[in-house]
């Protein structure tokens, strides 16, 4: 198994540009969330989505935030339009629904700088 | 909402001296614990993990915690570190009624010198 795929792992962009994180979940796994990690506030959960379906979006800072879930195969995160203060590690983690709750498998992350 | 504090921002130890990271948290009812270690540059994974039964839970590479539940209290621990150790150490809750949702903690980083 690949584990969970995300892209790009860096980006630098400029402030005011469009920003869009990509993650591929484990085959077969049904949850999926969004983490940001951050020098200041650590790793914060920003939403998350069950068999596609977002859940909680109470962690996404403001609305220049926004995620997607097509398809259970794909998800996006997108910041638009991107501020010095985003730049963080983006992580993406998957895991099953069903039974006891378990273990979450991460990404490699998305390394943001805005500029 | 659950809360999870770990209180040792930063840890340096020389190698084979033993290890013990707090973690402490704020829920009432059933949880779920975890330990996940970020060595340097690379993706969160698992540790350790406690859902029920005994309290003392082992996890991979000599590492345990133990579920002290009067204390709200899930600290890990490690007889003897070595240099490859070095890393952030994050603890996390769920609870039954969160699905899958983690809540973690500040994380701890621990330096070992060689």
């Known amino acids: 198994d690949a584990g969970v795929i995300q892209s790009p792992r860096h980006e630098v962009t400029e402030m005011g540009q469009e920003v869009t994180l990509r993650c591929k979940p484990i085959s077969g796994h049904n949850s999926l969330f969004w983490y940001r990690q951050t020098m200041m506030r650590g790793l914060e959960l920003l939403i998350y989505f069950n068999n596609n379906v977002p859940i909680d979006d109470s962690g996404m800072p403001e609305d220049r935030f926004s995620a997607k879930m097509p398809n259970a195969s794909f998800s996006t995160l997108k910041i638009q339009p991107s501020e010095p203060r985003d730049s963080a590690v983006y992580f993406c983690?998957?895991?099953?629904?069903?039974?006891?709750?378990?273990?979450?498998?991460f990404g490699e992350g998305s390394r943001l700088t805005v500029l | 909402a659950q809360s999870v504090s770990q209180h040792n921002h930063h840890v340096i130890l020389s190698e084979a001296a033993s290890l013990e990271l707090g973690c402490n948290y704020s829920?009432?009812?059933?949880?779920?614990l975890f330990w996940y270690v970020q060595y340097p540059g690379q993706h969160l994974q698992l540790l350790l993990k406690?859902?029920?039964?005994?309290?003392l839970v082992k996890g991979i590479k000599g590492f345990e915690a133990e579920f002290i539940k009067s204390k709200f209290s899930f600290n890990l621990r490690k007889p003897s570190v070595q240099w490859s150790d070095t890393a952030e150490y994050f603890c996390?809750?769920?609870?039954?009624?969160?699905?899958?949702?983690?809540?973690f903690g500040g994380g701890t980083r621990l330096m070992v010198k060689p």
């Open positions: 406690y859902f029920s039964g005994d309290p």
């Open positions: 996390a809750v769920n609870t039954n009624n969160a699905g899958n949702m983690l809540t």
């Open positions: 829920y009432g009812g059933t949880v779920n």
């Open positions: 983690a998957s895991s099953q629904l069903a039974g006891v709750s378990g273990e979450l498998f």
